[in-house]
């Protein structure tokens, strides 16, 4: 057997179902092996979608995601979206094609160090030397990507191993267990808990991860104690949850940043302190202890000192943290009173779409299962605040990379992974840009993906902060000159309608979610919507600007 | 700012001190020495490394223990665990 076949055996051994990937001249002896395997390969029309799309298969399955690509360029392309792995921890397995060994350090033809050059931006990485070696280096990146926090592993494969014949020696690497948390911190925590009479949980995205969900809903239901979350973290209660008040931080609900500044005690789970959720960080939180559960040690106390770290398993220490807490009634109650209080509103003035009420319908009207992979920008923030989510796998959304493009790579690894679920990519017009090339791959394996694709001829969160903190000195977000973005659709073979009034949106959805097959729905909306509240950049969370305040200022 | 020294034994693997002195860069620690020799086996490298940052030892301490090959990191008085002339001399970035 060839090094390239003890590559494929491998990656049947780990039950890899599926392989987004793109050819090439070093990474050919792989698919080659690959006609004889029964793994299912994509071809994407740019490497980048394979990483992308195998990042959205991982956050839609929890299995590992993989991607493929040849040397150079091709192993280039898959960086962003092995970073875009990364920032979320997400499993994935990326093999790329290399020169010969003996070619290595030459700059050969389509040579690049590719394991250098992802060094910042994975878990692990390997550079096979030998062909024996290759079903223990597939193994171990296995268990290194879906181990502890998950991420990326990098297989960097030299042509000339990949075709030397050797005998395969198969090799077991059984997962880790995870260490569970120390009973002292449990006790500590617990005396914390039972102190606090205004505690919130702080929920991350690390909940999904560690396939903790039913551990965390038992966790709140015993506490009571209301619940904020991430971006990563929607889904962790189900949206419509009485104790869920919405997202944090600079787009989050008025509710959520409110109970997170005031509160006494913040217990933290799965989550990274990031700068998008906090704010300005020495306000934050400002008269809360913090407990703060995590799988990576390096997360707890990195930007926010832990009063109590309860390092391991999450599934273990919520079941071991989960008590009554009588005292924290009133505290409920004005949490959830706040939250009832502040609705969002869906009137707004004009008859153009109102992107926040079209994603409020459609979600309505999707299903409870449907799943909505987002790309990046004001549209992102409009899922996250007004799409109902059951579970976080439902939401796949770029969050600490902000990756323009990945929502329609992300939406073929899910369909791909769900065929009869109903996925929903949303899309901007500078995002779609991104990764239009796709939509081939959409009709190439007929995958029923519905797009909507918000069109305000701009970059919009940049015009956004140009506006508010810029002085409106618009700079280089314009993008009045798009195409017709119908007819880019229908010449890949994907059928495309516009809707630029609010009257049709009703039927839009209609049309959009009856289509058996792929569809876009190109939707106009005003050039200078804004994504309300914000939190301004440097500001504390308990410096919510919301649309009503800016236009007063403006009248001023 | 402070200025601290490591010990850090890595298993002997592609790009192993590389990886190390990345994530050293990335996470804002200043490297003022270095030192790293082969163990007698050849299995592993042990680094002493002394550097300097605004931020808590343990941040790179906790980021480099996390590394996959990592087995062993220690803040240590400086010139503890290698002894100089068996080590190989590195000239600081």
């Given amino acids: ?556 | 700012m402070i200025k601290f020294t490591l010990q850090v034994r890595v298993k002997q693997s592609e790009g192993a001190l590389v990886r190390i002195l990345g994530v050293t860069r990335r996470r804002r620690f200043d490297l003022l020495h270095l030192t790293a020799d082969t163990t007698e086996d050849g299995h592993f490298l042990d680094i002493q490394m002394t550097v300097q940052a605004d931020r808590a030892e343990n941040t790179l301490v906790r980021q480099i223990e996390k590394l996959e090959d990592v087995s062993q990191v220690e803040v240590v008085d400086p010139g503890d665990a290698v002894s100089e002339h068996r080590a190989a001399r590195f000239t600081a970035c």
């Fill in chain 1, 1 to 556: 057997m060839k090094g390239a076949e003890f590559l494929v055996k491998a990656l049947e051994h780990e039950g890899v179902e599926l392989i987004f990937g793109y050819p090439g001249g070093a990474i050919m002896p792989v698919y080659d092996a690959l006609l004889d395997s029964k793994i299912r390969h994509i071809l994407v029309r740019h490497e980048q979608a394979a990483a992308l799309a195998a990042d959205g298969y991982a956050r839609a399955t929890g299995k590992v995601g993989v991607c493929m690509a040849t040397s150079g360029p091709g192993a280039t392309n898959l960086v962003t979206g092995i970073a875009n792995a990364y920032m979320d921890s997400v499993p994935m397995v990326a093999i790329t094609g290399q020169v010969s060994t003996a070619l290595m350090g030459t700059d050969a033809f389509q040579e690049v160090d590719i394991f250098g050059i992802t060094m910042p931006v994975v878990k692990h990485s390997f550079l096979a030397k030998t062909a024996t070696e290759l079903p223990r280096i597939v193994h171990e990146a296995f268990r290194i990507a879906r181990s502890g926090r998950p991420g990326p592993v990098l297989i960097d494969l030299p042509k000339d191993i990949a075709n030397t014949v050797a005998a395969y020696e198969f090799h077991d690497d059984t997962n880790e267990q995870i260490a569970e948390a120390s009973a002292e911190s449990i006790t500590r925590a617990i005396a914390l808990m039972r102190e606090s009479s205004k505690p919130v949980v702080y929920a991350g995205g690390g909940i999904g991860m560690a396939n903790a969900l039913d551990e965390f809903r038992a966790f709140i239901a015993t506490t009571r104690i209301p619940v904020v979350a991430t971006l990563k973290g929607l889904g962790a209660l189900p949206t419509t949850h009485e104790l869920a008040l919405g997202m944090m931080g600079m787009h989050g609900t008025k509710t959520a940043n409110h109970a997170v500044q005031t509160c006494d005690l913040l217990v933290c789970v799965g989550a990274r302190f990031d700068d998008r959720a906090t704010g300005r960080l020495n306000a934050f939180a400002p008269n809360a202890k913090v407990i703060h559960l995590d799988v990576d040690r390096a997360e707890v106390s990195k930007l926010r000192r832990a009063d109590v770290p309860v390092i391991g398993n999450l599934r273990y220490a919520l079941k071991a943290l989960a008590c009554k807490l009588p005292n924290i009634e009133p505290w409920r109650r004005e949490c959830t009173t706040a939250k009832e209080t502040h609705t969002w509103d869906y009137d707004a003035p004009g008859t153009e779409v109102y992107a926040p009420s079209f994603l409020k319908s459609l979600s309505d009207r999707a299903g409870d299962d449907a799943i909505v992979a987002c790309d990046v920008g004001q549209h992102q923030m409009w899922v996250a605040q007004h799409f109902h989510f059951n579970r976080p796998s439902q939401h796949l959304s770029s969050g600490g990379l902000g990756t323009m493009g990945f929502g329609l790579p992300a939406a073929i690894g899910a369909q791909l992974a769900f065929p009869s679920a109903c996925v929903i990519n949303v899309s901007g017009d500078g995002s779609i840009m991104m990764n239009l090339q796709e939509l081939a791959t959409l009709r190439r394996y007929d995958l029923p993906v519905k797009i909507v694709l918000f069109d305000n001829r701009a970059l919009g969160m940049v015009r956004q902060w140009q506006e508010l903190f810029h002085d409106k000195r618009y700079s280089e977000v314009d993008l009045s000159d798009n195409p017709d973005f119908c007819r880019v659709a229908e010449s890949m073979g994907i059928p495309a309608f516009r809707v630029d009034d609010r009257a049709e949106v009703s039927s839009a959805i209609d049309r959009l979610l009856a289509e058996p097959g792929p569809v876009l729905a190109h939707v106009l909306i005003h050039q200078e919507a804004n994504v309300w509240p914000i939190v301004g950049p440097g500001r504390s969370n308990s410096e919510m600007l919301h649309q009503h305040e800016v236009a007063r200022e403006v009248t001023r």
